[in-house]
T-cell receptor, first 117, second 112 residues
Framework: GAGVSQSPRYKVAKRGQDVALRCDPI?????LFWYQQALGQGPEFLTY????????KSGLPSDRFFAERPEGSVSTLKIQRTQQEDSAVYLC???????????????FGPGTRLTVL | DQQVKQNSPSLSVQEGRISILNCDYT??????FLWYKKYPAEGPTFLIS?????DKNEDGRFTVFLNKSAKHLSLHIVPSQPGDSAVYFC???????????FGTGTSLTVIP
């Protein structure tokens, strides 16, 4: 069966450019999460959706980061005016249940490696 | 402030022997713990989990032990196989929230 897919797999942007990263969760999964993984670090939470509702965006590092999931399926993470410190792997994960009790297993996509020059 | 810590960045083990990966956490609200395995250029893959109501969970060659009083968990792999070579992330969450908090990972190399 299809897992979580992300595109593009690699993205190189010049400083100041806007980028959009796409996530296709597992079909039927209610919850969707975005994580940022810097080199040598573990994934760090950015934001969480339950269907189309963004219930937690406490991990977004600045107002240059914006995420949406308008139809409760595909999600897009947008980064405006990219900076070098935005260079990281951006991981998307989905889980079947509502995910609001912290115990539902999250299934990860392969990630998008963003490099800002 | 890192709430989940994996203090060993790397570990090498001979094929057939036991691999023990360790993880410590600081937040007493954490009550659900997971291990993920990650190969290069792939996303983390769920391996095994444990709830705080248990102190051990076993799945084939993989066993996770939880010591709540010490705020410590470990993953045992026995016998270790070369295909187990990967980066292993420990993660924790609280039933009152929705985030997973990850450690920095331990790179396991199983030597044939």
């Amino acid at each position: 069966g299809a897992g979580v897919s992300q595109s593009p797999r690699y993205k190189v942007a010049k400083r100041g450019q806007d980028v959009a990263l796409r996530c296709d969760p597992i079909s039927g999964h209610v919850s969707l999460f975005w994580y940022q993984q810097a080199l040598g670090q573990g994934p760090e939470f950015l934001t969480y959706f339950q269907n189309e509702a963004q219930l937690d965006k406490s991990g977004l590092p600045s107002d240059r980061f914006f995420a949406e999931r308008p139809e409760g399926s595909v999600s897009t993470l947008k980064i405006q005016r990219t900076q070098q410190e935005d260079s990281a792997v951006y991981l998307c994960a989905s889980s079947f249940n509502a995910g609001d009790d912290g115990t539902d297993t999250q299934y990860f996509g392969p990630g998008t490696r963003l490099t800002v020059l | 402030d890192q709430q989940v810590k994996q203090n060993s960045p790397s570990l090498s083990v001979q094929e057939g022997r036991i691999s023990i990966l360790n993880c410590d956490y600081t937040n007493s609200m954490f009550d659900y713990f997971l291990w993920y395995k990650k190969y290069p250029a792939e996303g983390p893959t769920f391996l095994i989990s444990i709830s705080s109501i248990k102190d051990k969970n076993e799945d084939g060659r993989f066993t996770v032990f939880l010591n709540k009083s010490a705020k410590h968990l470990s993953l045992h792999i026995v016998p270790s196989q070369p295909g187990d070579s990967a980066v292993y992330f420990c993660a924790a969450s609280a039933s009152t929230g929705n985030q997973f908090y990850f450690g920095t990972g331990t790179s396991l190399t199983v030597i044939p």
